[in-house]
C-alpha cells in the first residue's frame, strides 16, 4: 500500500524545501505548482482559455504566459483569482491524479502531493496524512520579500488570498514548523518518516 502525503503550507512557508528533503529519500513528488505551469503552456486547452479571459496582454513577445502579470492581475482580485482557478485546477488535477496512479502501480512506499491550495481547495480525499509545512506570520511575510523581490504590499496580497497558516494548522495532521534552522526542518521530516514505518 503506498502511504500518499499531502504536503502543504502557505506562500513561501518552506514547501519546495521540505519537499526537497522528501525527495532526498527517495520519494516522488507530484508538484502542483509545476503540473500548473505545464498545463498553461502554448496549445493546451487551458492556455486558450486564460487568453479568452485576460486578454492578449497577459502574453510576452514569445507568446507565453507573462506570469508576473497573470500573478497582478489575480492576486488584487478575488474574481480574477477564482476565474483562473476555474480554467487551470481541474486540468492540475487530472494529471496530479493520473501521477498519483502511475507511483501506487509501481508499489512505491511512499508519494508525495505537494498541493499549496490543498484544504481551499477542499483536495484532502486525494491523500491519507496531511502535513503543514508552518512558519510565523512575520518570518513568511520576510521570507516571501525576499525571495521575489516584492514590496510588503504585493506579498500581503499574496498571503492573504490563501487560507491563514494558523487556521491550517486546525486541519493537518502533522505539523512540521520551518521557522527554525533548514537543519531543525530535516530532523521533523525525518522522525515523521520514521512514524510512517
Ligand atoms: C498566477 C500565476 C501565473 C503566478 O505565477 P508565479 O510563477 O508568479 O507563481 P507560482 O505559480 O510559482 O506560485 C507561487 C505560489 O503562489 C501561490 N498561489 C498560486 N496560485 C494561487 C491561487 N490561485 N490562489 C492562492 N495562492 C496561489 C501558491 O502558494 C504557490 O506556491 C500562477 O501562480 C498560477 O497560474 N496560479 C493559478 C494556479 C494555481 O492555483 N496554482 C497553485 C496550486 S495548483
Ligand atoms: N528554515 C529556513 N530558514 C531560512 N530560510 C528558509 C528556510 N526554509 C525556507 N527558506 C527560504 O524561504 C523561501 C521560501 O521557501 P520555499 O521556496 O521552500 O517555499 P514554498 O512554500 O515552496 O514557496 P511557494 O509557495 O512560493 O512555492 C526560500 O527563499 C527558501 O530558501
Known amino acids: 500500500m503506498t502511504v500518499v502525503i499531502g504536503l502543504t503550507g502557505g506562500i513561501a512557508s518552506g514547501k519546495s524545501t521540505v519537499s526537497n528533503m522528501f525527495r532526498n529519500q527517495g520519494i516522488r513528488i507530484i508538484d502542483a505548482d509545476k503540473i500548473s505551469r505545464d498545463v498553461v503552456e502554448i ?6 482559455q486564460i487568453v479568452k479571459t485576460f486578454g492578449q496582454d497577459i502574453l510576452l513577445d514569445d507568446q507565453t504566459i507573462n506570469r508576473e502579470k497573470l500573478g497582478a492581475i489575480i492576486f488584487s482580485n478575488d474574481k480574477n483569482r477564482q476565474q483562473l482557478n476555474e480554467i487551470v485546477h481541474p486540468a492540475v488535477r487530472k494529471e496530479m491524479l493520473k501521477q498519483k496512479q502511475e507511483e501506487k502501480e509501481k ?14 481547495s477542499k483536495l484532502t480525499h486525494m491523500v491519507d496524512v496531511t502535513v503543514l509545512v508552518y512558519v510565523d506570520e512575520q518570518t513568511q511575510l520576510k521570507r516571501l520579500m525576499n525571495r521575489n523581490g516584492y514590496s510588503k504590499e504585493e506579498a500581503m496580497m499574496r498571503i492573504q488570498s490563501q487560507l491563514p497558516l494558523k487556521e491550517k494548522v486546525k486541519l493537518a495532521d502533522v505539523i512540521i514548523n520551518n521557522n527554525g534552522s533548514i537543519e531543525d526542518t530535516e530532523a521533523q521530516v525525518i522522525e515523521f518518516l520514521n512514524g510512517l514505518k
Open 43 to 48: 496549445g493546451e486547452p487551458a492556455y486558450q
Open 107 to 120: 508499489n512505491a512506499k511512499q508519494v508525495v502531493l505537494d498541493i499549496p491550495l490543498l484544504f481551499e
